[in-house]
C-alpha cells in the first residue's frame, strides 16, 4: 500500500513540519473566523501541542452528531477528532485514521486528559495508524459510519477513487459526508505532480473540480454540494512562480450515501420545512451554499434536496410535504442543470 508519495508525506508532516508555522503557504491553514463560536469554546480545552501541529483548509464539522460514529480521514494530530469527540458524546464515537506516526502520537497522548477535560467517564475517540484509501484493514467495517469528514486530506493521496470508494463502503445508507480540501481550477501538469513541498503544501495533488465530479458520478453520488468556498492565495513568492497561472480554491463539499439521487434537479412539488431544533441552529439550517432553510418558513425544493433532509439523519428536524408521485420536469432554480460544482437547485 505504501507509495513514494506517501513515504514523501510522512516526511513532510511527520518531520520536515513541526508546526503550522513551518507551512510554505496557506492552503492548508484555517481561518479561525469562519469557525463557529462554540468549536472555538471547545479547541479551547484542547492541548496546544494538538492545535499547534494540525493543518487544515476548513471546518468540515457537521450538526447533529449527538450519539453518531464518525470517521475522520488523516485526523493528524487529533484536533478535529476531538472537537468530533465533544459533539458526539459520550453514547457516540470517533475513529481518527492517519498514516503519519509523529501524527498519532500527538493525538494519542492527550486521550485521557481530553476526555477529563470534557467531563466524560469513557473514552469515546481512538487514533488508528492506516491508509484512507484502504480502511478495510484499519478495521471500518461497512456501513458502520454515520459520519465521515475530512480536513485538507484527500488530495495527498496518491488514490482519490480508492478513498471515495472506501468511504462510500463504509457509510451508512443516508449517511453524511463532509470534507474541506483544496482544489485545482485545471488539471495540475505532470512536472508539479510530485514534487515534495508542492505534495505537502497541498497543492500537487488538487484535484480538477471537473474530474471531482464525474470521479463522484462513476461511483454512484450524482449529487454533492457546495458548503463554502475561498480562494487559496499562496503566499509564497517562489512557490507561485513554480506553479504558474494555476488557480485553486479551498471547498467544503457536502454528500450522502442516498441511491435515489438524479443527475440534475428535478420538480415533484416538494415542500420543506426546518424545526430548528438541531442544536446550536435554532434559527436557521445551512444544507449548502444556495440552501438556507430558516426555521419554520416552507422552502420549494427539488427531490434530490427532498431527500437528503427526509432520508438521513436530519429528517427528524424537517418536515417534507409531497412526494415523487407527480413529475414536473427540471427544477426552475435558475441554474444550468448540468452545473458542475454543485447541485442546481
Known sequence: MTTPQHTALKEYYGRVLASSKDLKTN???????V?????????????????????????PI?????GCHVLDLGCGSGRDSYILANLVGEHGSVVGIDMTDEQLAVAKRHVSKTMRRFGFKHTNVEFRSGYIEDLHSA????ESIDVVISNCVINLSP??????????RVLKPGGELLFADVFAHQRIPDNLKYD??????C?????????????????????????NARPVTVANADIEAQIGYIGFQSLTVRAFKLGNLEDICEDYGQVAVYHGTISQHPHSFQLDD????????????????AAMVQDTRYASHFKVHGNRQVHYGPFACGRDNQATTTGCC
Open 27 to 33: 492552503a492548508c491553514c484555517t481561518d479561525p473566523a
Open 35 to 59: 469557525m463557529p463560536g462554540f468549536i472555538n469554546t471547545i479547541i479551547k480545552q484542547i492541548d496546544p501541542e494538538i492545535t499547534e501541529r494540525f493543518y487544515g483548509c476548513g471546518s
Open 62 to 66: 457537521p450538526p447533529a452528531l449527538g
Open 139 to 142: 478495521g471500518i467495517a461497512d
Open 159 to 168: 488514490d482519490k477513487e480508492a478513498v471515495f470508494q472506501e468511504i462510500f
Open 196 to 201: 515534495p513541498v508542492l505534495m505537502g503544501e
Open 203 to 227: 497543492l500537487a495533488g488538487a484535484l480538477y473540480i471537473e474530474d471531482f465530479r464525474r470521479l463522484l458520478a462513476r461511483l454512484g453520488c450524482k449529487d454533492y454540494r457546495l458548503v
Open 290 to 305: 444556495h440552501h438556507r432553510f430558516n426555521t419554520n418558513k416552507p422552502m420549494l425544493v427539488c427531490g434530490n434536496t
